[in-house]
């Protein structure tokens, strides 16, 4: 047996290891679609902060001008070309059954019931002590994506609408 509080504990370190994981995940995507330099800002020449910036493409797109078609060159930011899934954990049910009791100091108590010994429903419990007798279930939600990170996309996005003719 447990206090319950230890497996609660346990569950939460659990989920907040996984939402580490995921958030290893972020930073490896913004690796993948930045590239860090040398920040170079004549106003500030003592700020050597690295700065990312968008790993980009050129297309070129047909545009129409007096003097007939034309082939437009634009700087395209490849993160504004992929398809974008923010990796994030919304939900986690975690569902059992457990024998709950109290220990001597009033400290709730739970084990996980002896898979071997079944409830008898009918004529009572075969042996109270080792079945369960209660069905926990635990919702934990996370949260949406970064602000921030929606927003960056959005401004490219809209960067780059404004670079396409037409």
Not at 27 to 41: N, P, V
Not at 62 to 83: F, H, M, Q
Not at 148 to 158: C, V
Request: aromatic share 6%; net charge negative; charged share 35%.
């Amino acid at each position: 047996m447990i206090e319950f509080q230890s497996l609660m504990r346990a569950i939460h370190k659990s989920v907040k290891d996984a939402a580490k994981s995921v958030e290893g995940e972020t930073i490896d995507f913004i690796k993948r679609f930045f590239d860090e330099e040398e920040r170079d800002d004549p106003k500030d020449p003592h700020n050597k902060e690295p700065v990312l910036r968008p790993k980009t493409c050129a297309m070129e797109f047909p545009s129409r001008t007096a003097d007939g078609i034309e082939n437009v060159t634009a700087e395209i930011p490849i993160l504004a070309l992929c398809p974008i899934s923010s990796p994030r954990i919304t939900e986690v049910k975690f569902s059992t059954e457990l024998e709950v009791t109290t220990s001597k100091d009033d400290k709730l108590m739970v084990s996980f019931p002896d898979p071997n010994k079944k409830r008898n429903f009918i004529g009572g419990n075969k042996d109270s002590s080792d079945s369960a007798n209660t069905k926990i279930e635990i919702t934990l939600t996370g949260s949406e994506p970064p602000e921030g990170l929606k927003r960056l996309i959005e401004g490219y996005e809209r960067t780059l609408r404004a670079q396409i003719p037409g």
